[in-house]
C-alpha cells in the first residue's frame, strides 16, 4: 500500500518550530494548560497569523475561540521535528568552543547525545571533555558508523572549517552545524545551519545604538576595524 507522501514544511516555519517549543516548554513548566495564537505570537514576537499558518503545517491541533493545548502541541512539534528520538552527535574540535559544547548540558535536555569528540590535535586525542574521550579525526567514520551518529558540529578554527565538513560528509554525515565563521563548500544533500556570532553581535550593537538614541546619548564615532 502505498505511504502519503510527507508534507514539506518552509524552512522559514521550521525555523520558527524550536522558539515556539521553548515557549511551550515554559508554559507548561508554569502548569499553563493552553495558550492562544495571540498568546503565542506576542511571545514569539511574529503575527498570529504566521503561528496559525505555522502549526497547520503539522495537522489541524487548534480550537477557534480556545486555543492550543500546550502539552499536545508541545507533542506535535517535538514530533515533526524528531525530538522522539535521540541524536548521535560528533563535535569535530576539541578546543575551548568543542569543550563548552561538549559539556553543555542542554544538548542532553533537547534529546541529543555528544557520542564523539574529535581532533587532529595528538596532545588533544585521548583526552576527556564532557564524558567522552577524544578521538583522531581519521577515526571519524568508523566512530559515525559504529555510534550511528547523524549530526556533525564543527568547533574548528575557520582555517580548518572546510577541511573539518569534507571529513564529516565522506563519513556519511548529512547534517553540520557550523561554528567557524565561513562558508562551507558541501554537497546539496547536506544540509548545513551556521552560528555566527560576530553577526548576531552586530545586530545587537544597531539594538544599543538605537536605545542609546532614544536616551538622548551621542557617543563619539570611531572607525570599525577593517
Known amino acids: 500500500m502505498a505511504t502519503t507522501p510527507r508534507r514539506r514544511i518552509p524552512e522559514a516555519a521550521i525555523s520558527r518550530l524550536p522558539v515556539y517549543l521553548r515557549i ?3 508554559l ?9 495564537s495571540d498568546e503565542l ?7 498570529a497569523a504566521k503561528v496559525r499558518k505555522d502549526l497547520s503545517y503539522l495537522g489541524s491541533f487548534g480550537t477557534r475561540g480556545v486555543g ?3 502539552k499536545f502541541l508541545t507533542y506535535q512539534i517535538q514530533r515533526e521535528l524528531g525530538l522522539n528520538q535521540t541524536w548521535n552527535v ?4 576539541a578546543g575551548n568552543l568543542g569543550q563548552a559544547l561538549a559539556n553543555y548540558g542542554g544538548i542532553i535536555q533537547r534529546g ?3 557520542a ?3 581532533d587532529n590535535d595528538h596532545s588533544k586525542v ?3 571533555v564532557g564524558g567522552v574521550r577524544v578521538r583522531h579525526v581519521e577515526e571519524l567514520a568508523q566512530l559515525a558508523q559504529s555510534k550511528d551518529i547523524n549530526i556533525g558540529i564543527i568547533a574548528t578554527p575557520a582555517q580548518h572549517a572546510q577541511a573539518a565538513a569534507d571529513v564529516l560528509v565522506k563519513a556519511g554525515i548529512g547534517s553540520i552545524l557550523n561554528f567557524a565563521p565561513t562558508v562551507l563548500s558541501v554537497p546539496r544533500s547536506v544540509h548545513v545551519r551556521k552560528v555566527d556570532m560576530a553577526l548576531e553581535l552586530q545586530i545587537l550593537s544597531y539594538y544599543e545604538q538605537v536605545r542609546r538614541q532614544a536616551r538622548g546619548d551621542n557617543p563619539s564615532e570611531q572607525p570599525a576595524s577593517a
Open 41 to 47: 505570537a506576542e511571545l514569539a514576537g511574529v503575527n
Open 126 to 128: 585521548g583526552t576527556e
Open 112 to 114: 541529543f547525545t555528544v
Open 24 to 26: 511551550l516548554s515554559e
Open 68 to 70: 492550543y493545548e500546550v
Open 90 to 93: 560528533v563535535i569535530v574540535g
Open 28 to 36: 507548561e513548566a508554569e502548569e499553563v494548560a493552553r495558550v492562544s
Open 116 to 118: 564523539a569528540v574529535v
